[in-house]
């Protein structure tokens, strides 16, 4: 059974950074892209990058350009999401998702709380 | 970038109604089109996929149409766990784009 489970949530200050974590588990993680998306508080879903776990190649949205980074690690079969100088209306839950064209397995999501 | 644009951007609705959700691409996108289910505290869950693809383990009642421009998500009988945000979503090459979500609540 396919399972995409994420680090637990995180509260920064300003322009500190996060990482978040979306372990896999029950299929061939090098199969799939990961993408990540987020869900700022009363807002919609925002698309933030993917990441070909078998290759390492990657797209970043362009909002999070030079912000984003997205690496892998496949002997562990874990994506990360690393987000850099991070700001207040980056707060949101942050989600990891299996596919390329589509989502069809999510994480739990990991609440990212910027605060000072 | 390819916009997506959803109609109505909420609703009211009772059990058993027929629910009828539109995604407006800016531009053709064939039937690159996907459609998910989105509830408070819980993940998206995928509904449809290129565009009229029923996902696994996903109720008959739910639907999926169009392509080009114009698609349509049908829910031929709502059912007290369908009250939701739904979005539609493309994918290219390069990039997910979202729709801005229609939310289904109980009349």
């Known amino acids: 059974q396919v399972h995409l489970v994420q680090s637990g949530a995180e509260v920064k200050e300003p322009g500190a950074s996060v990482k978040v974590s979306c372990k896999a588990s029950?299929?061939?993680?090098?199969?799939?892209?990961i993408h990540w998306v987020r869900q700022a508080p009363g807002q919609g879903l925002e698309w933030v990058a993917w990441?070909?776990?078998?290759?390492?190649?990657?797209n970043y949205a362009q909002k999070f350009q030079g912000r984003v980074t997205m690496t892998r690690d496949t002997s562990i079969s874990t994506a990360y999401m690393e987000l850099s100088r991070l700001r207040s209306d980056d707060t949101a839950v942050y989600y990891c998702?299996?596919?390329?064209?589509?989502?069809?397995?999510w994480g739990q999501g990991t609440l990212v709380t910027v605060s000072s | 970038a390819i916009q997506l644009t959803q109609s109505p951007s909420s609703l009211s609705a009772s059990v058993g109604d027929r629910v009828t959700i539109t995604c407006r691409a800016s531009?053709?996108?064939?039937?690159?089109l996907a459609w998910y289910q989105h509830k408070p505290g819980k993940a998206p869950q995928l509904l449809i996929y290129?565009?009229?693809d029923l996902e696994s383990g996903v109720p008959s009642r739910f639907s999926g149409s169009g392509s080009g421009t114009d698609f349509t998500l049908t829910i031929s009988s709502l059912q007290p766990e369908d009250f939701a945000t739904y979005y539609c979503?493309?994918?290219?090459?390069?990039?997910?784009?979202f729709g801005q979500g229609t939310k289904v609540e109980i009349k």
């Open positions: 998702a299996r596919g390329v064209a589509a989502g069809d397995h």
């Open positions: 029950g299929y061939i993680f090098t199969g799939y892209y």
């Open positions: 990441i070909a776990p078998n290759s390492g190649g990657t």
């Open positions: 531009q053709g996108i064939s039937s690159t």
């Open positions: 290129d565009a009229s």
């Open positions: 979503q493309h994918f290219n090459s390069y990039l997910w784009t």
